[in-house]
């Protein structure tokens, strides 16, 4: 991992640990436009992290029901995320 992407997964990481503590979404939004205005190239590969992250705790979500026993809707045939509630 280039540092770069260690910078940019640290924030990533440290972001979503902080929304999910306190339920604020836009510290994601705040964390980019402060970041991206000293280096757009940070900024990007943040977004990057952020996607990847909130894509694996939906990944996660999802075999815990699996695990659970619980009733797996269908995915539709989309590249869109399936909701299936929180």
Do not use: F
Request: charged share 30%.
């Amino acid at each position: 991992m280039s540092i770069l992407e260690e910078v940019a997964d640290g924030l990533a990481k440290r972001t979503t640990e902080l929304m999910a503590r306190t339920g604020i979404d836009t510290i994601e939004k705040r964390i980019a436009d402060e970041i991206g205005s000293s280096s757009p190239t940070l900024q990007e590969t943040y977004l990057t992290a952020m996607r990847i992250r909130k894509a694996e705790a939906r990944g996660h979500r999802l075999l815990d029901k699996y695990e659970k026993g619980d009733a797996i809707p269908k995915a539709g045939i989309s590249s869109a995320p399936q909701e299936m509630g929180h």
